[in-house]
């Protein structure tokens, strides 16, 4: 169990250009989380997975972002022409059902 | 629709004292209900995590506690050091059939010498 990994560990981009962020969850959980967290919040959920398949997604998610998880492994989110109100910590976790979150270390994101 | 409150914000205390953090939810019908700690710039770390089913769940110095009924977790620390200064959250179920959390937006905690 090595944990869930998160990369890149912070990113800084330019208004309007596209980002994509990785999550490697621990290799036996088969539910995956996204959230978002901005100083002083709790999480803020985003969307999560159940193997491959995208169960939830936020209302409050704009049609910028998108998650992937192909085959049920890794996932990807991509938020396309960031804008500055996106700068934040994007939190991964992974977990099986019933059972305590697993959260990897996060993505800081600088949109300027 | 599922929210989260933790009270207080903000807590200061000098090493060796016990607390009490509390988190109330709207929803009552969870399925269970987990405590975190996050540490400045990190992830979150699950505490504890209390089925419905259960009144309690203990780990080490921490107890928490869940009574549906009223809506209200409450995490306990004994004996308070200051490895424990950090941000305690709570997280609930969005609802009963969905593994989405709503967490509250946590309890800083600082524990001086």
Redesign the interface.
Known sequence: DTG?SQNPRHKITKRGQNVTFRCDPISEHN?L?W?RQTL??????LT?F?NEAQ??KSRLLSDRFSAERPKGSFSTLEIQRTEQGDSAMY?C?S?N??????????T?LTVT | KQEVTQIPAALSVPEGENLVLNCSFTDSAIYNLQWFRQDPGKGLTSLLLIQSSQREQTSGRLNASLDKSSGRSTLYIAASQPGDSATYLCAAPGSYNTDKLIFGTGTRLQVFP
């Open positions: 869930v539910r989380y959230y002083g919040q709790g999480p803020e959920f999560y159940q169960l939830e939190l976790a977990s059902r019933g059972s305590p979150l697993h959260f990897g270390n996060g800081r």
